[in-house]
């Protein structure tokens, strides 16, 4: 009789106490509470990490900057426009081709104010380009994010008209770069 079970049935479950769901209950609780203060502490460490770091500076100008450029830029994307319905279809050779007729100075070409006005760099597409390819560029700046990376942070008019941000990361490779003293190159 191997494998049967001796009286036929097997036992009954144990029946459940009321007072053990409240434990349950009291468990999860106390892990979401654990949560919060972890996500608490962690965002608060990070704010003060980065209030007083140059990188978060940077990046707040930066930032502060794209709505204006983006503004200025759609302007000189107009003044495209215009001229090209006026030129069948072609693009100019500079930007200064563009006034007086479709900008009024060539102040509409320099976005920002003060201490570092960033000029606009203007690359006429050629019949091969994509839609994408960029026709007018600002740099606002550059972002430090850890010490031997930087994020070079562009407001960028496209071929179809589009008005997009670019961002371009150049990490230096400590043991490669010149400079490097001898025990970062070492193998």
Request: glycine share 10%; with cysteine.
């Amino acid at each position: 009789m191997a494998g049967r079970m001796q009286g036929g049935y097997p036992p009954p479950a144990p029946t459940r106490r009321q007072g053990n769901s409240g434990l349950l209950l009291w468990s999860l609780i106390g892990c979401g509470v654990i949560a919060l203060l972890v996500v608490v502490i962690g965002g608060v460490l990070l704010s003060k990490t980065l209030k007083g770091s140059a990188g978060a500076k940077g990046m707040m100008s930066v930032f502060s900057a794209m709505e204006p450029a983006a503004k200025s830029v759609q302007k000189v994307g107009s003044a495209l426009e215009d001229y090209q319905k006026d030129h069948n279809g072609k693009y100019p050779a500079t930007l200064d081709a563009l006034v007086p007729k479709y900008v009024s100075d060539k102040s509409a070409f320099i976005c920002g104010e003060g201490d570092s006005p960033a000029p606009m760099e203007y690359t006429a597409p050629k019949s091969g380009d994509t839609d994408s390819s960029v026709v007018v560029r600002v740099h606002l700046g550059d972002v430090t994010l850890v010490r031997t990376q930087v994020q070079r942070m562009y407001v960028c008019l496209l071929k179809n008209g589009q008005i997009v941000s670019e961002q371009n990361v150049r990490t230096v490779i400590p043991k490669y770069s010149k400079g490097a003293t001898e025990s970062q190159r070492s193998y």
